[in-house]
């Protein structure tokens, strides 16, 4: 069980999420679906780049000043400083995707509800510990279910394989005794409905 949470834990990272919410964004059905492959495949480079691979290359850095000890960041106040540049490539990657006009409002919205969850994050981090991991597959919960019924789409399984996910996340968090229960709920709700209407509106 131990192994299996760990999995679930690294495949669906926060700093994965965003990428994966684009992979569902564009397989949904809906009319961004048609976007032309070229103009995904600069989405996808932009917001991979600016929300997994530049803040994982700081994590070496981070280790190595001493600012955190682990890659796990065990404790509340080694997630402050990594959440604060983590936040700012997002919102590298939100001005880039804002200089590509093909780019449709809502992924943007969904970048900009990202940074909004994360900025509340980090405030709640100088002294609580939320769970970043729930946040994350919470803002892919409410992404799916806002665009679903902003466009019309019959999105109910996706809807119902992320809302498993979520819960299998959740149980994994509290297994490895990552997170208390209200931990894990709260940025679950958080990022559920900061997302929700950034992409709705």
């Given at each position: ?67 955190i ?5 065990k ?43 994360i ?8 002294f ?12 892919l ?20 394989v ?17 997170h ?22």
């Open positions: 069980m131990q192994i299996v949470s760990k999995v679930l834990s690294t495949v669906f990272h926060p700093m994965l999420i965003p990428t994966l919410g684009l992979f569902l964004i564009f397989n949904m059905g809906g009319h961004f679906t048609y976007l032309p492959i070229d103009h995904q495949r600069v989405v996808y480079l932009i917001v991979f780049l600016s929300t997994c691979v530049l803040p994982l290359t700081l994590m070496p850095l981070f280790m190595l000043l001493g600012v000890k682990t890659v796990y960041m404790e509340r106040r080694e997630r402050i400083i990594p959440t604060v540049f983590t936040g700012f490539f997002y919102l590298l990657g939100f001005f880039l995707l804002n200089r590509i006009p093909v780019v449709p409002s809502f992924i943007k919205g969904f970048m900009l509800a990202t940074i909004i969850a900025s509340i994050a980090l405030a709640i981090t100088f609580w510990k939320i769970s970043m991991h729930m946040i994350g597959i919470g803002g919960t409410g992404a799916i279910l806002a665009l679903s019924l902003r466009f019309g789409i019959d999105a109910w399984m996706i809807f119902t992320v809302l498993l996910i979520s819960g299998l996340l959740g149980s994994s968090r509290l297994f490895l005794n990552a208390t229960p209200a931990q894990v709920h709260t940025g679950y709700l958080l990022g559920t409905v900061v997302v929700f209407f950034g992409v709705l509106l």
